[in-house]
C-alpha cells in the first residue's frame, strides 16, 4: 500500500493542515498513546506530529 496512503487533517490550528484539501502535508506523522487512557475509543491516541500555526 505504499505510495497509496492519504492523511485527512481537521485540525484548522495545525501548521500542517492543507484547509483547501482537508489534507495533512506531512509525508509522516508520529502517533503516540495518551498515557492512562484505556477508553477503546480514538481518544487513546494523538499525532505528535502537531504543531501550533503562528
Not at 492519504?6 to 484547509?19: A, E, L, M, R
Not at 475509543?41 to 499525532?47: F, G, L, M, N, T
Request: aromatic share 6%.
Amino acid at each position: 500500500m505504499e505510495g497509496n496512503q492519504k492523511i485527512s487533517c481537521t485540525v484548522g490550528s495545525c501548521k500542517y493542515n492543507d484547509k483547501s484539501e482537508g489534507l495533512c502535508t506531512l509525508n509522516e506523522i508520529i502517533v503516540t498513546p495518551t498515557e492512562g487512557c484505556n477508553t477503546k475509543q480514538p481518544d487513546e491516541s494523538k499525532c505528535s506530529s502537531y504543531e501550533y500555526e503562528k
